[in-house]
Structures are given as C-alpha cells and as structure tokens.
Nanobody, 127 residues
Framework: QVQLVESGGGLVQAGGSLRLSCAASGRTFTSYAMGWFRQAPGKERDFVAAITYSGGTRYGDSVKGRFIISRDNPKNTVYLQMHIVKPEDTAVYYC?????????????????????WGQGIQVTVSS
C-alpha cells in the first residue's frame, strides 16, 4: 500500500504565498509521476499540476505562472509552491501518484488516471 500525506495548508491572504508538501510512504516504485488536484465545494476535482519522475511539469491553465510544482525523489515528496493566490484558489488540495510516468507531452490531467491519493488539505484564500 501507498500512503500520501499532505501538509502546509491553511489560511492565506489574497496575493500571498503558500507551500504545500506531500510525502509518499509504503510501497516503492521505480518511477512515477505525481500531481496536485483541487476540489472546491460543489465542484469537480480539477487538475492543478503534475511532474514526471525526471522533473518535467504540466500546469492547469488557471495556475500557470503562479504555481510551481517540484519534487524530491529521495524523499518521495512533491511540493506545490503557490504564489499570488486568489480567493478562487480556495479548495481542498489533493496530491496523487500516477504509476505511468509519461513524458511531458503525454502527462495526464484526468483524476481518473491517478492511482493513489492523499486525504487532502484545506487551502483558504481570504480577500
């Protein structure tokens, strides 16, 4: 089994910054992609960003230029650095593992493609 634990969420003012972390433990894999998704109340779970095992990245349109995804493979940890946050960024943020480590051109943004999920962490942006 794989466990994913998110941390770093909370309340932040609009225009500020926040960094989320997600540590994976348990079963290990040779290589895998990791991603971040978010879900606001009453809405679907949306793609935020993903990163390949070698560091290639892909972002959702709403966060391009503001969020940065990165990872530390020896620590099995993925990060999401959030800058210039907006009230519409308010959501529960989930990290996930995609066991298919596609090249950047084929990175998947559908939640259904991901195999393991964290419990989620709340991020609230005040205006």
């Amino acid at each position: 089994q794989v466990q994913l634990v998110e941390s770093g969420g909370g309340l932040v003012q609009a225009g500020g910054s926040l960094r989320l972390s997600c540590a994976a433990s348990g079963r290990t894999f040779t290589s895998y992609a990791m991603g971040w998704f978010r879900q606001a109340p009453g809405k679907e779970r949306d793609f935020v960003a993903a990163i390949t095992y070698s560091g290639g990245t892909r972002y959702g349109d709403s966060v391009k230029g503001r969020f940065i995804i990165s990872r530390d493979n020896p620590k099995n940890t993925v990060y999401l650095q959030m800058h210039i946050v907006k009230p519409e960024d308010t959501a529960v943020y989930y990290c996930a593992i995609d066991l298919i480590d596609s090249p950047v051109s084929g990175m998947r943004s559908s939640a259904a493609a991901y195999d393991y999920w964290g419990q989620g962490i709340q991020v609230t942006v005040s205006s």
